[in-house]
């Protein structure tokens, strides 16, 4: 007998990973808040106590019977929100099973956390882009979205996507070309504007606007070029005082001895903050020739503190140290919204630039 196995086929939307881990995360920054504002009330009582790590499990199991039982996009999405919320209570104990005492404040749980979400997050991203789609799998998704029509509200997203995958399908297929007529007769469903999508419209629009003004590229800037200073005058100081243990100053050895004595965690903490400063160094130096190069640089060093410093960072200050994290995921976005600006820009001045070339080309 042939062995038949499964074939792998690809989701190619992104939305219900990213709600999942959105909602596991705010889920876990939700619980840390509302318990220290509440100073970690337990629930239960006569020697009772009902962790949260079981209310997540039982979340968990209810999106998992959603997944299994329900059909459509629109539940399975409510599935991935409500699969986080839990995944992010269950999370939030690590620290519980760790340790000996069952410490839910062991401080290395938030450097733990936050790299498992990096990991989930890298893998969920190279699944999708590690090749591309085949053609197989795009009209799969095509067929996946074709549940939409049998329901007769498409809307107009799901019916672009839909049309991207049967361009890129096997026409050879039969599917390919009876599923294209279906989309194209379609009519897309109005879209249903709740409070929370108007919300969500607005402070995007707001954002974008903020973001394209010249006064916060200058001030982003700005962030950028002290960031550098801040470096060298590290580096500056560091030579001054290997300068100084090298000439016998107690001060400087001390301080020199303590660094060396420093464990792998420090180390690596160091190592990252000067290759994030390098690659700030280099974005400042590029400002005057390329701002979207400069840009590239910034967001490369927000990347590398991300993934490569914030762990460790994060080993030694607790959940505490989350705002730099939050400060770099700011910076992150408005790096990504300014280097679509200046993509922009260049393809409009090579526009702009063509037609003059034309009219020299012909004369």
Do not use: C
Request: net charge positive.
């Amino acid at each position: 007998m042939s062995r038949i196995t499964p074939e792998v086929i690809r989701n190619d939307r992104p939305l219900l990973v990213d709600a999942f881990l959105i909602a596991a995360v705010l889920t876990v920054l939700a619980l840390r808040v509302y318990l220290a504002a509440a100073h970690y009330p337990q629930l239960g009582g006569n020697g009772l106590h009902i962790a949260h790590v079981l209310w997540g499990g039982l979340l968990m199991v209810v999106a998992l019977g959603m997944l299994l039982s329900l059909l459509t996009f629109p539940w399975q999405l409510m599935a991935a929100v409500i699969g986080g919320a839990g995944f992010g209570m269950f999370i939030d104990e690590l620290g519980k099973f760790l340790t000996s005492d069952n410490n839910y404040f062991f401080k290395p749980t938030a450097s733990l956390i936050y790299a498992m979400f990096i990991v989930l997050f890298l893998t969920a991203r190279e699944m999708r882009r590690f090749r591309k789609l085949t053609p197989r799998e795009k009209l799969v998704n095509a067929v996946e979205a074709s549940k939409e029509l049998a329901l007769g509200r498409i809307s107009t997203v799901a019916r672009t996507h839909a049309l991207a995958w049967l361009d890129a399908a096997d026409i050879s297929n039969p599917l390919t070309p009876m599923l294209r007529r279906q989309f194209e007769m379609a009519t897309p469903a109005p879209e249903l504007k709740s409070w929370l999508t108007t919300s969500m419209t607005a402070v995007r629009n707001r954002y974008a606007a903020i973001v394209h003004n010249r006064w916060f590229r200058r001030a982003i800037t700005g962030v950028f070029v002290l960031q550098a200073v801040a470096v060298v005058l590290s580096v500056v100081y560091s030579l001054v005082v290997a300068a100084g243990a090298a000439t016998g100053s107690s001060d400087a050895l001390r301080e020199w001895n303590a660094t060396f004595q420093a464990g792998p965690i420090l180390w690596t903490t160091l190592a990252g903050t000067l290759v994030v400063g390098a690659f700030t160094v280099i974005g400042v130096a590029e400002l005057r020739s390329s701002r979207h190069r400069a840009y590239r640089a910034f967001e490369t060093a927000i990347l590398i503190d991300l993934l490569l410093v914030q762990p460790f960072t994060l080993l030694d200050t607790g959940f505490a140290g989350l705002t730099q994290v939050f400060i770099d995921l700011t910076l992150l976005v408005s790096l990504r919204y300014l280097q679509s600006a200046e993509v922009v820009l260049q393809v409009v001045g090579r526009s702009t630039t063509q037609p003059d070339a034309v009219q020299v080309t012909l004369r």
